[in-house]
């Protein structure tokens, strides 16, 4: 079975400063990755996944993740906060299949 | 693309009362999700119809809770019989029904519903 884990359930950030969103997953087999983003009132969005070649992966909004098998860890950024970034984010994991296992989510904040 | 729509948005009934929700995909999407969301948790898997075929069930649901997807377009999720722990944001998703590797679940923005 495969799982995820978000480290930290809350973030906050200045904004133009640094996101880092932290991913660990757990797979007996490689998977596909995924970060999700959920504003208020809103579906969850796909911002970027991981399936295969490069392990670094450039989302939607400027965000970008890097699959590290060695590490376990599929890690999400963006160089500069934007006020917009404000929201909940979840990582996924997936087989090859159909069905995602999400993480519990990081709140993001961003300060003026 | 107007995207996936869930009916009702909210939801509030009292216990031991019976709730459906609707939930109309992507037009032309295949694969049809629910997943469930408790507060301060990520979604879960629930379900999944591919065409009108429920193709797999979580252990998560319940005898109390039923899914349908007639003739391969809107689903629809009935609880009957609610309980206090059923309150959870309760989410639909479509995809094409392709691998994960080229597929992408849209996700509507979900049904809320609060168990008194």
């Known amino acids: 079975a495969q799982s995820v884990t978000q480290l930290g359930s809350h973030v906050s950030v200045s904004e133009g400063a640094l996101v880092l969103l932290r991913c660990n997953y757990s797979?007996?087999?490689?998977?596909?990755l995924f970060w999700y983003v959920q504003y208020p009132n809103q579906g969850l969005q796909l911002l970027l996944k991981?399936?295969?070649?490069?392990?670094l992966v450039k989302g939607i909004n400027g965000f970008e993740a890097e699959f590290k098998k060695s590490e376990t860890s599929f890690h999400l950024t963006k160089p500069s906060a934007h006020m917009s970034d404000a929201a909940e984010y979840f990582c996924?994991?997936?087989?090859?299949?159909?069905?995602?296992?999400f993480g519990a989510g990081t709140t993001v904040t961003v300060r003026a | 693309d107007t995207g996936v729509s869930q009916d009702p948005r909210h939801k509030i009934t009292k216990r031991g009362q019976n709730v459906t929700f609707r939930c109309d995909p992507i037009?032309?999407?295949?694969?049809l999700y629910w997943y469930r969301q408790t507060l301060g948790q990520g979604p879960e898997f629930l379900t999944y119809?591919?065409?009108?075929?429920?193709?797999?069930k979580s252990r998560l649901l319940s005898d109390r809770f039923s899914a349908e997807r007639p003739k391969g377009s809107f689903s629809t999720l009935e609880i009957q019989r609610t309980e206090q722990g059923d309150s959870a944001m309760y989410l639909c998703?479509?995809?094409?029904?392709?691998?994960?590797?080229?597929?992408?679940?849209?996700f509507g923005p979900g049904t809320r519903l609060t168990v008194l």
């Open positions: 996924a994991v997936g087989l090859r299949d159909y069905k995602l296992s």
């Open positions: 991981y399936t295969t070649g490069a392990t």
């Open positions: 797979s007996s087999v490689p998977p596909y």
């Open positions: 037009s032309e999407h295949n694969r």
């Open positions: 119809f591919q065409n009108e075929a429920q193709l797999e």
């Open positions: 998703a479509s995809s094409k029904g392709l691998d994960l590797s080229t597929d992408t679940q849209y």
